[in-house]
């Protein structure tokens, strides 16, 4: 039956047909005609540079939450989500389920100060509550981060999951390109574009996803003789490989194997909700620009309305992009997806989604691949807005020319936005970067953060605790890098593996290793202490503290109600897979 199964599926990777061209073609018209069509619509508005940027008022509340969606989701998400969905399980999806309690704390806590402070970009908060040194420091860092992490990991890993689904290798440079160039045509329209457009990108995302893991289903409740049934399909992956149904990855003990102590340095059980999983949400969802910029322009009650429903689309994302990395494992264990899983004869964990897509019938494919680029071209568009926003706003209108016009600044974005992805394609060209050897996931993650714990502790103090001071946020900065890097790279050489802090295991390469997200979690704490300390050698109240009001944070019924669905559904995952 298994060589039956593969010779039928095997017959399916032929390439495209006619019905998945033309899926993709009228997917491609229908966002760019929809996009052009909100362009011409307003174009009387675009002389003003927040409404380019922000979409001052424009945006709903749907419009806000699926922009907030295509943003986050796209190639990483696809390919390494559902690489480690195979590695370690449902225990991944703890990512997607904190991050819509994160959405709430946002929504509650963090908008109203921005708004209430008429916040538009996050060196403008920095600036506005610390000083100008801080605000450039990192308007200068988020500058290269977005550009030379955000836009090249992006474009580099969608042209490899699209070349290898729908042409082969040899097409890689010629779909970047195209990625590339579908990406400013939604980008130049501002914000207002981007945001309409994004409710398309998500709902054809979506639509794509669960096809995607439908027949994923299918496929191993054909596999295993059941025909095709999801719920079979379902009910086999939960029987066959329980494991990969824990929340929680258990601590390894001694004589644990590596795999485990693997799946446990990737997410370190209960530590990490003690830890960095926060950090890593809070910081992403709330100190974010091309996050948080969707919710700047519009009025309190829409922004947060927008966040909350972005919440509950973020707890699909586990059956999109997991699901089908957890049905790939059972496969490959039980003797399918051999030679998809290991092309070449190079295993990796990260093919899992692709060896899916492999197999989708015709008609599927195209909207699979419309879904994929979907999630690239929204990713490449709100991460190239933000670089133009903090560009235009931070730098060019503060430093080089103080007196230009609404009109100039909005043309200075828009070549913003083509000089930054044009710089992505010269380095995604021939990955000068090292993105393919370290993996797109991998390479965000180091990245970024790095910069996490500083950052936020700089954001939350900044926002609640009058007496921090501009040199306590310097202070944070410097600190939280230097201990990031040091916890992750050099406290099991000082301190030894087994310290006071934490417990290190041998990594895969042989190396102790503090799990990643605790070192954050030790980073954070150090910094928000050392920043505190600081602060307590100046003012008893800093004048440029933001004013608070407890009204600021009161919110209305019909918030509270999407706040307590949300809650419910998350509590009812855990108990259910604890």
């Avoid at 593969?6 to 229908?30: G, L, R, T, W």
């Avoid at 989604?353 to 994929?372: F, Q, R, V």
């Avoid at 993105?435 to 502790?457: C, D, E, L, R």
């Avoid at 980073?523 to 009204?551: H, R, W, Y």
Wanted: charged letters at 10%.
């Amino acid at each position: 039956m298994l060589a039956s199964l593969y010779h039928s599926q095997h017959k399916n990777m032929e390439k495209f047909a006619s019905v998945d061209y033309i899926i993709f073609v009228i997917y491609f018209f229908i966002v760019a005609g929809y996009g052009y069509w909100i362009y011409r619509k307003k174009t009387s508005a675009q002389s003003s540079s927040k409404d380019y940027f922000l979409a001052e008022g424009s945006l709903t509340w749907w419009a806000i939450g699926a922009s907030l969606i295509a943003s986050n989701i796209s190639a990483e998400q696809f390919i390494g989500m559902s690489g480690n969905g195979f590695e370690v399980g449902i225990a991944v999806a703890a990512y997607e389920l904190i991050a819509a309690v994160a959405l709430i704390i946002v929504a509650v806590w963090f908008i109203p100060v921005y708004l209430k402070n008429k916040i538009f970009t996050m060196p403008q908060f920095l600036n506005n509550r610390y000083n100008e040194t801080t605000s450039l420091i990192m308007a200068v860092f988020w500058l290269f981060l977005y550009v030379f992490v955000n836009l090249t990991s992006i474009l580099y890993l969608g042209a490899i999951a699209i070349s290898s689904m729908a042409g082969g290798a040899e097409s890689f440079h010629m779909i970047m390109v195209a990625l590339a160039v579908f990406a400013v045509i939604i980008t130049l329209g501002g914000m207002r574009v981007i945001g309409f457009t994004d409710v398309i990108q998500v709902v054809v995302l979506i639509i794509g996803g669960i096809a995607t893991t439908y027949v994923a289903l299918t496929m191993v409740s054909e596999h295993f003789g059941l025909g095709k049934d999801v719920l079979a399909g379902f009910n086999m992956l939960m029987e066959d490989s329980p494991n990969h149904f824990q929340m929680i990855v258990d601590k390894p003990g001694p004589g644990a194997s590596q795999e485990d102590i693997n799946k446990y340095l990737m997410l370190p059980g209960i530590g990490m909700y003690l830890a960095g999983i926060w950090i890593v949400n809070l910081n992403y969802w709330g100190c974010n620009q091309y996050i948080t910029q969707r919710a700047l322009g519009a009025d309190l009650k829409t922004a947060r309305t927008g966040i909350l429903f972005a919440g509950l689309l973020k707890l699909l994302m586990p059956i999109i992009v997991m699901l089908p990395g957890i049905a790939a494992y059972v496969l490959y264990k039980n003797g399918a997806l051999q030679e998809e899983m290991a092309p070449g004869g190079v295993f990796h964990a990260d093919n899992a989604y692709s060896a899916i897509l492999g197999y989708l019938p015709n008609g599927m494919k195209g909207l699979a691949l419309a879904a994929l680029t979907a999630a690239i071209v929204a990713g490449l568009a709100g991460k190239a807005n933000s670089i133009a926003t903090i560009f235009t706003l931070d730098i060019y209108k503060k430093y080089i020319s103080k007196e230009a016009s609404e009109s100039k600044m909005v043309w200075v974005g828009k070549i913003t936005i083509v000089v930054s992805i044009l710089v992505s394609v010269l380095f995604t060209w021939n990955d000068t970067l090292g993105i393919g050897g370290a993996g797109g996931f991998t390479f965000i993650q180091k990245y970024t953060g790095f910069i996490s714990p500083g950052v936020f502790a700089m954001f939350l103090l900044g926002m609640f605790w009058k007496r921090t001071t501009g040199p306590a946020a310097i202070t944070g900065l410097i600190t939280g890098f230097g201990l990031s890097v040091f916890f992750n790279e050099f406290a099991t050489k000082v301190l030894g593996p087994e310290t006071w802090l934490y417990t290190a295991y041998l990594n895969k390469h042989g190396v102790y290793e503090i799990p990643f997200q605790i070192c954050m979690g030790l980073a954070f704490a150090f910094t928000l202490l050392l920043m505190i300390l600081v602060s307590l050698f100046g003012p008893k109240e800093n004048p440029k503290a933001f004013e608070l009001d407890k009204k600021m944070f009161k919110v209305e019924p019909s918030v509270m109600v999407l706040i307590v669905i949300t809650l419910l559904l998350v509590t009812a995952i855990y108990v259910r897979f604890w």
